[in-house]
């Protein structure tokens, strides 16, 4: 009964990230987990603090 509880938390969280992903990639962000990913230029390479390549301030 326990495996079944642990499983199923697993499969809820796992749904639930699966369904934001999705419905950030149709709302057109191109970093899901940059603060700035509406507006990004989406070259972040994974390094994204607010500043994009985009979006950098000199």
């Known amino acids: 009964m ?6 199923l938390i697993v499969a809820l ?9 999705v419905k950030a990639k149709r709302a057109g962000v ?8 509406g507006t990004c230029s989406g070259k972040c390479s994974g390094n994204c603090s607010g500043n994009c390549e985009g979006n950098v301030e000199k």
């Open 13 to 21: 969280i796992l749904g639930v990230s699966i369904t934001y992903i």
């Open 2 to 7: 326990e495996n079944a509880i642990v499983i």
């Open 30 to 37: 191109k970093c899901i987990g940059c603060p700035v990913g």
